[in-house]
């Protein structure tokens, strides 16, 4: 099976500098491929160049084959949300949708339905103006899924967005993968991405660094992330998790960590043993750091400041976002 988005030896200089140096990757339908890479990276640009937005400088991007200005009726082949999206703001939820559908040839009842997809069926006819950044954002998707694209184009989706809207938005991008699209996702931070995607395209400074599954890359970090848990009761946790064939590390006075624990297997585990919790936080892995080692980021600057050059099932949306 072609891939869905196919990008060869892309390039683009603007003067002397080259935002995107001989890029090549794919991104698999029905699957979330993350786009990562620091701030300055070149991914904005690459996603830009996909869309026809920017003419590359050499190579291609396609999707099965044929640049995004051939297709026929692009809307329903690729949807895109990119940062720089902005609506009209005294026109309504419902009318911006009917204009687009109108463009596009597509029928009126796709606007309720993606409306009610995106959780904003009973604020259709505000103005959009008064929305919230997270009811402008499931706008923005609710416009890129208009046509049923097979394949949709995020970039840093989750920026400004509140956990609330993070989870919303994790809940959403799976959804959809699991419809079958092809969802290609930047993001300049991989623990933003880390429970939401399938395989991972990594850049900096332009060029290609690795592309691979995140199971993948997890198994070069040191395996899946763990649970720290803050009790009184430490001795009998243990027996407890010695029953099931898990062991836990003493990081601390009353503090252990559960390596390859999921909150959602040791949650149901402690209140059946009726331990008592005073903290259950995820335990960040090394996968963070690896993202770091091949970006050449130093953690205190990344995601603050780009980069010198170095040598080395259905979502059940709210509206509070």
């Known amino acids: 099976m072609n891939p869905a988005i196919e990008v060869r030896s892309l390039a683009k200089h603007f003067g002397h ?19 990562l890479g620091p701030n300055g990276s070149g991914k904005t640009t690459t996603l830009r160049m996909l869309l026809g937005l920017v003419a590359p400088s050499s190579g291609s991007a ?16 690729v949807g895109a949300v990119l940062e720089a999206t902005s609506f009209h703001p005294t026109r309504r939820a419902a009318d911006h949708l009917r204009s687009v559908a109108i463009a596009a040839r597509l029928p009126a009842s796709r606007v309720r339905a993606v409306l009610e997809l995106v959780g904003l069926s009973d604020v259709a006819r505000r103005r959009v103006g008064t929305f919230s950044l997270g009811m402008r954002q499931r706008l923005e998707l609710a416009t890129a899924v208009l046509g049923d694209p097979r394949v949709l184009i995020l970039d840093e989706p989750a920026n400004g967005l509140d956990p609330q809207g993070i989870q919303w938005l994790r809940t959403f991008i799976r959804y959809q993968a699991s419809l079958g699209r092809a969802i290609l996702v930047s993001s300049h931070l991989l623990s933003e991405m880390e429970e939401t995607v399938d395989d991972v395209v990594i850049v900096s400074e332009g060029r290609l660094v690795l592309q691979t599954t995140l199971a993948d ?65 995820r335990q960040q892995n090394r996968l963070e750091e690896v993202f770091l080692g091949l970006t050449h980021v130093p953690p205190s600057v990344h995601g603050a400041t780009s980069p010198s050059p170095s040598p080395s099932p259905s979502p059940s949306p709210g509206l509070t976002s």
């Open 62 to 77: 396609t999707f099965g084959g044929v640049p995004y200005r051939d297709l026929d009726r692009p809307l329903c082949h």
């Open 217 to 281: 890359l997890a198994s070069t970090a040191g395996g899946a992330p763990g649970m720290r848990v803050r009790t009184p009761e430490l001795a009998r946790l243990s027996a407890v998790l010695a029953g099931y064939g898990v062991a836990a590390r003493q990081v601390g006075v009353d503090e252990v960590v559960v390596d390859g624990a999921t909150p959602e297997w040791l949650g149901p585990v402690l209140a059946q043993a009726q331990i008592v919790v005073y903290e259950l936080t």
């Open 17 to 35: 500098v080259r935002a995107v140096d001989d890029l090549s990757f794919d991104v698999a339908e029905g699957r979330v491929t993350g786009f």
